[in-house]
């Protein structure tokens, strides 16, 4: 069961050295009157991630001085560049294809019209990243293997000698197995790099960019060097000896330049050179959706002109407008340019209905002001002060912060909207999001719930035939990041309240010219 106004999947009790389980509880039901008439009716995603977790450009070493024995775990917080279950990300895109397959209507019983992703499809930037997701997502055979078919070449594999990292088929006792409870898998990595074959998703979807779809781990624009590295044969296992690691860390920021560790003295492994595992360009996340075929949002202007930002009708109530708030000088927060801001600003002066505004950045990560000329972008208090000029904007939906949540930006009777978060697909929960539209006498209604996908809440590790067993894996692997049981980042902040996840939101109504015509 998916529907969490049914039933939820919680964690078990944490105990030390013991891995959670996953358990079922009461469901958390969202009150909708039949009298309330239905606007618009969408599934949310956000942050999926889509992973090659072989890249040569990863930096999964920077995660371990995150961990909880590490001197700078309560200075730095939490990175998120190596998770246990990094080669699972397919698998968990197609049990949430599943789900959203299963969910036709919206709490009134209304049609679902469309689903929204808003942001971080891939992980990486890469050409194979978008590959698979675009595969999976309008359906058809996807193999989620780079470099060698054969063998694995990432971090955890037979040759992999660093106990920082989980190694699922054993070799190396490894502190995630010893001190955690981690499992021993054995076939684990033949079975993650099976190819599958996807449904896809039976809704017309469209896709907002975020930064992980832009740069290099979410936090560099790629240049020559990255770019080389990238699709080459050495892959970066450790920082330089010598390397001040405190500075090395603060550098990577989520306010640019943020620059890439590419020293030519770090230590490299060998693996397997993959030229599908390249960068793309500016124009090119854009280009590779329109050549798939189908309307995912962006157009042929969004090419030509290397911009990630779109607006369309979803229905006769309900205009969508698309932010594209990566800042392309580095860093993973988010902002907007002034040729965008400029744009932003015509489409809410022309709309005649309500609008949805979607981004990957939610309002409060709008801090990026890094710049590489005299214009200065535009951040959260800009952008909030113009959305609230016009009445008919009555909801933003974000995600980036891989956290259910909610909240509302208001300025007087008849002005503001409410801004939604939904968690992402490489975390903890896991989750995505349905969102109805409603009105009824002089008010507005949203109402939202959150729904897992079709993973085994408790998978059998013994057979790793079946794609949602492999999607149950990484959920319960999820709900046991050593790194988040506690302090300033616990996994509990991401699930949210109740009020986060499955509520009924209430505005008043708004007059808009034409809205019925």
């Known amino acids: ?68 024995d590490m001197e700078l775990h309560s200075e730095i917080g939490y990175i998120g560049t190596y998770r246990p279950h990094d080669a699972l990300t397919t698998h ?33 930037a890469q050409q194979n990243e978008v590959e698979w997701y675009l595969g999976l997502l309008d359906g058809g055979a996807v193999h989620p293997a780079s470099g060698d078919p054969e063998r694995w070449e990432g971090v955890g594999g037979p040759d992999d000698p660093d106990d920082r990292y989980w190694h699922p088929e054993g070799g190396v006792e490894d502190r995630p197995r010893s001190l955690h409870g981690f499992p021993t898998i054995p076939g684990y990595f033949d079975a993650v790099q099976r190819p599958l074959r996807s449904p896809g998703i039976r809704h017309p979807w469209f896709a907002i960019h975020g930064n992980h779809d832009a740069m290099l781990c979410g936090t ?75 309307d995912h949002g962006f157009t042929s202007d ?61 309002a409060e990560t709008l801090v990026n002001g890094h710049t590489i000329d005299e214009s200065a ?27 259910n949540q909610i909240s509302f930006h208001g300025s007087g009777p008849g002005h503001g909207f409410w801004h939604i978060r939904t968690s992402s697909l490489i975390d903890w929960p896991q989750q995505s999001r ?34 949602t067993t492999l999607a149950g894996i990484s959920r319960w692997l999820a709900a046991n990041n050593w790194q988040r049981q506690e302090g300033d980042h616990p996994l509990d902040k991401l699930e949210g309240k109740r009020d986060d996840r499955n509520v009924v939101l209430h505005l008043a109504k708004r007059p808009i010219a034409r809205l019925h015509a």
């Open 92 to 124: 968990v895109l197609a049990a949430t294809i599943d789900a959203v397959n299963a969910i036709t209507t919206a709490p009134s019983g209304a049609p679902i019209e469309a689903v929204l992703i808003t942001g971080d499809t891939v992980d990486n």
């Open 1 to 68: 069961m998916s529907d969490t106004r049914r039933t939820r999947l919680t964690r078990e009790t944490r105990i030390p050295g013991r891995m959670r389980g996953i358990v079922q509880t009461d469901g958390e039901p969202v009150p909708v009157h039949a009298d309330w008439r239905s606007l618009a009716a969408f599934i949310h995603l956000s942050d999926l991630h889509i992973m090659d977790a072989q890249s040569p450009s990863r930096v999964e070493y920077y995660d371990r001085y995150t961990d909880p």
């Open 220 to 294: 560099t624009m790629p240049d020559s060097d990255t770019r080389a590295l990238t699709i080459g044969d050495q892959r970066i296992v450790r920082e330089k000896p010598g390397t001040v690691i405190r500075e090395m860390l603060l550098d990577w920021s989520p306010i640019g330049p943020s620059p890439f560790p590419l020293v030519p003295d770090s230590p490299t492994v060998h693996v397997t050179p993959d030229p599908r595992r390249r960068f793309v360009e500016p124009g090119d996340y854009a280009a590779m959706h329109l050549e798939c075929g189908h």
């Open 302 to 362: 969004n090419v030509a002109t290397k911009t990630n930002y779109w607006t369309r009708q979803l229905n006769e109530h309900v205009t969508l407008i698309a932010m594209d708030t990566v800042n392309r000088h580095g860093g993973w927060h988010g902002c907007i340019d002034r040729v965008q801001l400029a744009w932003l600003r015509s489409q809410l002066e022309v709309a005649d209905r309500y609008v949805i505004v979607l981004s990957h950045h939610p």
């Open 434 to 467: 349905v969102i109805e539209v409603l009105e009824h006498d002089d008010e507005l209604h949203i109402a939202t719930y959150v729904f897992d996908h079709h993973g085994v809440a408790q998978p059998d590790i013994a057979d790793l035939t079946a794609v």
């Open 377 to 403: 972008p535009a951040l959260e208090a800009e952008v909030v002060e113009l959305l609230q000029e016009f009445p008919n904007v009555i909801l933003w939906v974000a995600g980036h912060t891989h956290r």
